[in-house]
């Protein structure tokens, strides 16, 4: 029974798939629909998903010029009784045949990711740019990220890559390397595994008590004597006077 149903299960998804996708190669298709068959705009558009007004010009000869049709009977997309249905009446909508073959699904792939050959000579720069701005990243996350090499990121770390003198820190996302998406998920992972220290919250403002607190070392209040300039003159000459009898 469980055989049964996963089969079962199995054939629902291609039929699902076959009827919501476009036959191989829609263009070529459609030019052979519209030289062999009597369907319409519209029945050659839905079934290759195209635009009835891009068929229009298909038939007009304004676009598709060169394209060699391709009969979707001989590569089993669609049967003589489908397209017979189809030219007698015009409300049918054609139906895409479920593929005979069936591709096992492909198995993640473990290992650095794959970059093009065209954009392998920018990943020392995307490497550069991701340990000066995420110097939280782990060597495996860059890696993940650029699709290179523990070795290379040591160099580039360590500024000894053969073009370190040439190297500018470039963002990843620009370079097309990786998605933003990506790039945010493996530094909002990066956060959660190294949290910031609590000990120490950065620079902030000193409280008001402390910036409004009297200085220990002021001198008290002066009192009204010290303030007294009468007094402070009368003193002075006291002690002119005694100075002169002294002298005498």
């Known amino acids: 029974m469980t055989t049964g149903f996963a089969s079962k299960g199995v054939g629902e998804a291609q039929r699902r798939f076959a009827m919501s996708n476009a036959p191989l190669m829609p263009k070529a298709t459609a030019v052979w629909l519209l ?23 298909i038939a007009d000869g304004d676009a598709a010029q060169g394209i060699k ?20 009446n015009p409300d049918y909508r054609l139906r895409l045949q479920e593929s005979k073959v069936v591709l096992p699904p492909q198995p993640k792939r473990k290992g650095p990711r794959y970059t093009p050959v065209s954009r392998r000579h920018e990943r020392p720069s995307a490497i550069l740019w991701l340990l ?18 523990k070795s290379t990121i040591a160099s580039v770390r360590d500024r ?19 998605s933003q998406i990506e790039l945010d998920f493996e530094v909002a992972r990066a956060a959660k595994e190294k949290p910031i220290d609590a000990a120490y919250g950065g620079a902030t403002l000193l409280p008001a008590s402390e910036t409004t607190k009297k200085d220990e070392f002021e001198p008290a209040e002066r009192s009204s004597d ?14 002119g006077g005694k100075k002169q009898d002294e002298e005498e």
């Open 35 to 57: 030289d062999n068959t009597a369907l319409t705009f519209d029945q050659v558009a839905d079934f290759t998903k195209m635009h009835p007004l891009e068929v229009r010009a």
């Open 69 to 88: 049709g391709m009969d979707p009977l001989s590569n089993g997309q669609l049967t003589r009784e489908e397209i017979e249905k189809g030219e007698k």
């Open 132 to 149: 000066r701005n995420h110097a939280e990243l782990k060597d495996a996350q860059i890696m993940r990220l650029v699709g290179t090499t």
């Open 160 to 178: 000894t890559h053969w073009n370190t003198s040439q190297l500018t820190p470039i963002d990843p996302v620009t370079l097309g390397l990786c």
């Open 226 to 239: 010290d303030l007294n300039l009468d007094a402070v003159f009368a003193k002075l000459k006291t002690l």
